[in-house]
T-cell receptor
Framework: GAGVSQTPSNKVTEKGKYVELRCDPI?????LYWYRQSLGQGPEFLIY????????DSGLPNDRFFAVRPEGSVSTLKIQRTERGDSAVYLC??????????????FGPGTRLLVL | DAKTTQPTSMDCAEGRAANLPCNHS???????VYWYRQIHSQGPQYIIH?????ETNEMASLIITEDRKSSTLILPHATLRDTAVYYC????????????????WGLGTSLAVNP
């Protein structure tokens, strides 16, 4: 079946601009996660949704970052007034959200954001 | 901070078994061990996970020591396509009171499979 998809695959923007990154989770998955990965580092957690609500946004670095999931499926990560330090790969993952053994997160290919 | 330690890099000959170690000496009784890998320029790919028993699937085997303080991921017949960064992660089971579901990643092991 279809996996997690993310659009765009690459985004180049200028410092100070606003960007939106989109994630389409696996159908039926209620949990959705955003991570950010800088070059040479492991992914870093940003935010987690269970359904429509953000259950944990402790990883968002500052108030320029915001994410929504209005219908409990597609999610959008929004970055205002982008800075060069925001350049990274933004990864989205989804899971069934069910308690129990494991609850595996499945990842999309990521969006590569470059802020000039 | 990541709760696991892994070697920075490893090499393996094509066709041979690749054994990737992971130390998680502070693991709690309700924490699972997960393995993911990330091929260059792709998103992380789930491999396998376990609690205390050894596990095997079509991709790999996971051997967890009896005291659960370390584990080994085994790729039985490594191919060039297995060249990737392999991440070992520990996390509590969803539904555990106070659990947060985020994965905390270290730097992983960069595995190079050589022809």
């Amino acid at each position: 079946g279809a996996g997690v998809s993310q659009t765009p695959s690459n985004k180049v923007t200028e410092k100070g601009k606003y960007v939106e990154l989109r994630c389409d989770p696996i159908s039926g998955h209620t949990a959705l996660y955003w991570y950010r990965q800088s070059l040479g580092q492991g992914p870093e957690f940003l935010i987690y949704f269970q359904g429509t609500g953000a259950a944990d946004d402790s990883g968002l670095p500052n108030d320029r970052f915001f994410a929504v999931r209005p219908e409990g499926s597609v999610s959008t990560l929004k970055i205002q007034r982008t800075e060069r330090g925001d350049s990274a790969v933004y990864l989205c993952a989804s899971s069934s959200g069910l308690a129990g053994r494991g609850e595996t997160q499945y990842f999309g290919p990521g969006t590569r954001l470059l802020v000039l | 901070d990541a709760k696991t330690t892994q070697p920075t890099s490893m090499d393996c000959a094509e066709g041979r078994a690749a054994n990737l170690p992971c130390n998680h000496s502070t693991i709690s009784g309700n924490e699972y061990v997960y393995w993911y890998r990330q091929i260059h320029s792709q998103g992380p790919q789930y491999i396998i996970h376990g609690l205390k028993n050894n596990e095997t699937n079509e991709m790999a085997s996971l051997i967890i020591t009896e005291d659960r303080k370390s584990s080994t991921l085994i790729l039985p017949h490594a191919t060039l396509r297995d060249t990737a960064v392999y991440y070992c992660i520990v996390r509590v089971a969803p539904g555990t009171p106070g659990n947060n579901r985020k994965l905390i990643w270290g730097l992983g092991t960069s595995l190079a499979v050589n022809p």
